[in-house]
């Protein structure tokens, strides 16, 4: 899919037994990319980059959980790239091995972050940078990552759903609040990359999300 900024482009490629959206976003003039959690399938994301003739230059974890980091070592072993989170959500990525045992589901150990990234940080690709947003609720180091016209939300908000919150760390008035605070006060027409399921818009979410019908802060 293309935005509206033609320097760039975005391929979501869905991976492992849970059909998590990785996102990979190719700079056009330069031929480096960042991967947004790369949850699983290492050798078919790196295959990708090669046929597309992409230098990796970025990991960026959305949150913790094992099906959005479980590719992270490959690419980290096989590339310079640096991989970025939230201080928060750094415990999470190291259980990421145990958390996938529970599920029935083998993941390989995740190597740290190099680089911990907080509300308003920067992440440069080509001629413009990633913008980070704390966006907790559904992890408490959850964030979503803007640029061009992208936001790359994680399991923050779906097309007509939202992230669950049962899950240790999870708390539903905190996502609500991140989704109003942070999402719904984006432009109507950014595009939401969520990871899992089809793309949205916050304008259609603002409009149709029925977990904010009849919402008074709406």
């Known amino acids: 899919m293309t935005g509206t900024e033609a320097a760039y482009r975005v391929h979501v490629l869905s991976v492992g037994p849970l059909q998590e959206n990785c996102s990979v976003v190719e700079h056009v003039l330069s031929r480096r990319a960042a991967v947004v959690?790369?949850?699983?399938?290492?050798?078919?994301?790196?295959?990708?980059?090669?046929?597309?003739?992409?230098?990796?230059?970025a990991i960026l974890?959305?949150?913790?959980?094992?099906?959005h980091v479980g590719a992270i070592g490959v690419?980290?072993?096989?590339?310079?790239?640096?991989?970025y989170a939230h201080a928060d959500d750094v415990e999470l990525m190291g259980m990421a091995?145990?958390?996938?045992?529970?599920?029935?589901?083998?993941?390989?150990p995740v190597p740290p972050p190099d680089i911990l990234?907080?509300?308003?940080d920067t992440i440069p690709l080509g001629d413009a940078s990633f913008v980070v947003l704390h966006t907790p609720g559904h992890s408490p180091g959850s964030v979503t990552y803007?640029?061009?016209?992208?936001?790359?939300?994680?399991?923050?908000?779906?097309?007509?759903?939202?992230?669950?919150?049962?899950l240790p760390g999870g708390s539903m008035p905190?996502?609500?609040r991140s989704i109003r605070e942070k999402i719904f006060t984006l432009d109507l027409a950014v595009e939401l990359i969520p990871g899992h399921g089809p793309d949205t818009?916050?304008?259609r979410e603002r409009r149709n999300n029925p977990f904010f019908e009849g919402d008074p802060k709406q």
């Open 37 to 57: 959690d790369p949850g699983d399938e290492g050798e078919a994301i790196l295959d990708f980059l090669a046929e597309r003739g992409l230098t990796l230059s």
């Open 61 to 67: 974890v959305t949150h913790g959980h094992f099906d």
């Open 75 to 83: 690419l980290k072993a096989r590339t310079a790239a640096k991989i």
């Open 97 to 108: 091995s145990k958390h996938g045992a529970l599920y029935g589901i083998s993941v390989e």
């Open 117 to 120: 990234v907080e509300e308003g």
């Open 146 to 166: 803007l640029l061009a016209g992208w936001a790359f939300v994680g399991d923050l908000i779906f097309a007509g759903s939202i992230g669950r919150t049962d």
């Open 174 to 176: 905190v996502l609500m």
């Open 201 to 203: 818009t916050v304008g």
